[in-house]
């Protein structure tokens, strides 16, 4: 049987190359086993005991094997002092890495030596003598409240496929300051329609009760009853208030395509993801003239310092309106 050219050809590459020796693969980089060891069991601490995401433990992971990497097999962690940590920074900003990367990879640093501190494996931590890099301040770009109750109130464009789960998305993100795994890990349990809150799991197995009422509610009372329909035709039961059209849980992955797609039907730019709406809810809080602290709560946040950069972006804002209105300011 004759073969079509491209066939022919591509059947006699495949003998030439079958035929020629294999490239060696990259032999693995060793680490020392106790540099192993400890990496795994901060990972383990990190899971079990705060809570962390996939993502975060994903993360963790990967900075911290660079790390290992790089000090090589004969290591332990007594013999690692803020030298051998500005080297394998310099490494990086020579691999072509951002500052944001590096910086994130000394954040990694800094923590899992906290924690092996705390554990009694050092006596001190070498990365505190190794200084964080100057990263430029860039404030998120938060929609307006205008752009919010545009989208919110003309409802959920044609190609929403769940528009009821859709908009009691975008009302929990945005109504309540919610981070995205916070929404996806709500349970029916969870929602205390008596008390007019919700339940919600926040960072380090940390609880909190946000408010419940007005659009965020009705936006509930609206899904649940369609939830239910999904659930029935799909044959499935779940305790997860967020579903997918086969009756599933919804992943954090998904919540981001749906936000993404839905803010951009409405005219917003292509950047908005799940936090944009949490800026939006810190920033339009502060703005209205909500306190600092209440805010805090809110939002779940440890540190005020860390809810203080809304702060920044209402300031931000303030000037911006000021150089756009004013007339002096032209």
Request: net charge positive.
């Amino acid at each position: 049987m004759r073969l079509p050219v491209a066939s022919a050809v591509s059947a006699r590459a495949k003998h030439r190359m079958s035929s020629l020796p294999k490239a060696a693969e990259p032999a693995a980089v060793k680490i020392a086993p106790e540099i192993q060891r400890g990496i795994s069991k901060f990972l383990d601490h990190l899971g079990s005991e705060k809570n962390a995401s996939a993502h975060t433990l994903r993360a963790y992971r990967n900075e911290l094997r660079r790390f290992a990497e790089y000090l090589g097999p004969d290591i332990r962690w007594k013999d690692i002092d803020h030298v051998f940590i500005r080297g394998f920074l310099s490494s990086l900003h020579a691999q072509g890495l951002s500052k944001v990367s590096v910086a994130r990879a000394l954040a990694s640093i800094r923590s899992i030596y906290k924690w092996l501190a705390r554990e009694g494996l050092v006596q001190q931590n070498p990365a505190k003598l190794v200084a964080t890099p100057k990263l430029p301040k860039k404030l998120p770009r938060v929609p307006t409240l205008e752009e919010m109750n545009g989208l919110l109130d003309s409802g959920m464009p044609e190609s929403s496929a769940f528009p009821e789960r859709d908009r009691a998305i975008f009302e929990l993100l945005y109504g309540c300051g919610l981070r995205n795994s916070e929404l996806v890990g709500i349970e029916l349990a969870d929602i205390q329609e008596s008390n007019g809150v919700i339940l919600v799991r926040g960072k380090g197995k940390k609880q909190r009760y946000v408010p419940l009422e007005g659009a965020a509610e009705e936006a509930l009372h609206a899904y649940r009853p369609e939830r239910q329909k999904v659930l029935n035709i799909a044959g499935k039961t779940t305790r997860r208030l967020f579903i997918n059209q086969r009756g599933g849980p919804l992943t954090t992955r998904s919540v981001g395509r749906i936000v993404k797609q839905i803010a951009v039907a409405r005219g917003l730019p292509p950047d908005v993801h799940p936090h944009t709406l949490r800026h939006a809810f810190g920033t339009h809080m502060l703005t209205e003239g909500a306190d600092l602290r209440a805010i805090q709560e809110l939002l779940g946040h440890e540190r005020l310092s860390t809810t203080q950069k809304y702060t920044q972006l209402s300031v931000s804002h303030v000037m911006d309106v000021y150089d756009r209105t004013h007339p002096r300011a032209k």
